[in-house]
Every structure is written in structure tokens, then in C-alpha cells.
Nanobody, 120 residues
Framework: QVQLVESGGGLVQPGGQLRLSCAAK????????MAWYRQAPGKQRDLVAQ???????NYADSVKGRFTISRDDTKNTAYLQMNSLKPEDTAVYYC??????????????WGQGTQVTVSS
């Protein structure tokens, strides 16, 4: 099976920075689009950023210029560098990926989520 393991969340002051990591583990043949979503209490889960296999990126308007998504395919890992954090960035951040397994099964996977809290 495949697991997405997130890390890097925590408490940070406004204006601060955090770097989230998402490592895909298991019987992986190839990873296609990787993405970060977030969900604040009482709100729906929204796309934050995504990166394709070729490196093309897409960002939510609310994070453009502050967040950067990247990936290291040698480590099956995606990153989200978050700068100039604001209280409204507070949410649980989830990693998502489209993965082809070694048995040719193609599925979409979610991580367990990591809490990011921006507060003074």
C-alpha cells in the first residue's frame, strides 16, 4: 500500500515561516500531481498549491507570493515553504497525490494532516 506522511507543522507567530514535508512511502512506481490542501475549523477543504510531474505549479490567490510548492522525486517528497504567515493561514494542512503503484494501480491518496497555527 501507499502512505503520505506529513511533517513540519506547528505554532508560529504572524510574519513567520514554516516548511511542510510530505513523503510518499510504499510500493510506488510513479507520482503524478502532488498538492497541498488546507481546512480551517468549520470550513471546507481548499486547494493551496499543486505541482505536476513536469514541475508546473498552481497556487490559491490567497497564498501567491508567500508560499512555494516543490518536489524531490528522488525522495518521493513534496514540500510547502510558507513565508509571511498570517493568522488566516491557520488550518490543518493535508498532502494529496496521484500515484501509480508497482502493480499498475492508479489512485489518489491523502495524508493524515498536520496542524499549522499562526498566532502571537
Amino acid at each position: 500500500q501507499v502512505q503520505l506522511v506529513e511533517s513540519g507543522g506547528g505554532l508560529v507567530q504572524p510574519g513567520g515561516q514554516l516548511r511542510l514535508s510530505c513523503a510518499a512511502k510504499g510500493s510506488i512506481f510513479s507520482i503524478y500531481t502532488m498538492a497541498w490542501y488546507r481546512q480551517a475549523p468549520g470550513k471546507q477543504r481548499d486547494l493551496v498549491a499543486q505541482i505536476t510531474m513536469s514541475g508546473a505549479t498552481n497556487y490559491a490567490d490567497s497564498v501567491k507570493g508567500r508560499f512555494t510548492i516543490s518536489r524531490d522525486d528522488t525522495k518521493n517528497t513534496a514540500y510547502l515553504q510558507m513565508n509571511s504567515l498570517k493568522p488566516e493561514d491557520t488550518a490543518v494542512y493535508y498532502c494529496n497525490a496521484d500515484i501509480m503503484r508497482l502493480n499498475n494501480d492508479y489512485s489518489n491518496y491523502w495524508g493524515q494532516g498536520t496542524q499549522v497555527t499562526v498566532s502571537s
